[in-house]
């Protein structure tokens, strides 16, 4: 099967591409470890990004197209594959479908991840960190003593407090409500209600996977 994998934050989506792995046993492909790798190897199209990169600009679509058919056309890549986290914009979903058809492969569905805003909020918003001991604790299933909250010890990052949370899930739907748009229409567009225990989740996964013949 060869699968784009997409989700806002918090709705589980890392926890999901890792079962699926194991569960169809074909690889994750993230765009970002593609572009670690090439640097990392001092490649071509590694040192041409690199130079994006270091002048903190966005490395350019046909870049990582050509990084991913690379990438695609791989021995591992041979029985199918998931693509985490690309494309994001209609160029990048255009251009993975010539390459795809460059490649003599097609996509055979898009899951899309769906939880509530609401309990996104409720997921994001639940770290917090001991300032004396930096242990991580989460108010939904592992919270940190009492005396922790009482004396103040205990902090959020900015970063999952809720206004910067609903920012992201903002942000996250401008950028991606036109791709889900986009593949809706061509009839691959897989919607997964996101809630309950992550098997509970592969589970719907693979019945929908199932009922589409794949």
Not at 44 to 50: C, I, S, V
Not at 83 to 105: H, N, V, Y
Request: include cysteine; aromatic fraction near 6%.
């Amino acid at each position: 099967m060869n699968l784009i994998l997409l989700g806002p934050p918090g709705a589980g989506k890392g926890t999901q591409a890792k079962m699926m792995v194991e569960e169809f046993a074909i690889p994750q492909i993230s765009t970002g470890d593609i572009l670690r790798v090439e640097v990392a190897q001092g490649t071509e199209l590694g040192k041409k990004a690199k130079s994006y990169m270091d002048a903190g600009d966005l490395v350019p679509d046909d870049l990582i197209l050509k990084m991913v058919k690379g990438r695609l056309g791989q021995k591992d890549c041979a029985k199918g594959f998931i693509l985490d986290g690309f494309p994001r914009t209609i160029p990048q979903a255009e251009g993975l479908g010539t390459l795809l058809k460059d490649l003599s492969k097609k996509l055979d569905g898009v899951v899309s991840i769906e939880v509530d805003d609401e309990e996104l909020v409720k997921r994001l918003t639940a770290r917090w960190i001991s300032q004396s001991t930096g242990k991580i604790y989460n108010m939904l299933f592992d919270p940190p003593p009492q005396k922790l909250i009482d004396s103040g010890d205990v902090y959020q990052r900015d970063d999952d407090k809720e206004a910067t949370v609903r920012n992201r899930l903002e942000v996250y739907k401008k950028k991606t409500e036109p791709l889900i748009n986009y593949y809706k229409k061509t009839g691959l567009l897989l919607s997964i209600l996101g809630t309950g225990e992550p098997a509970d989740v592969l589970s719907r996964v693979k019945i929908t996977l199932h009922d589409k013949g794949l």
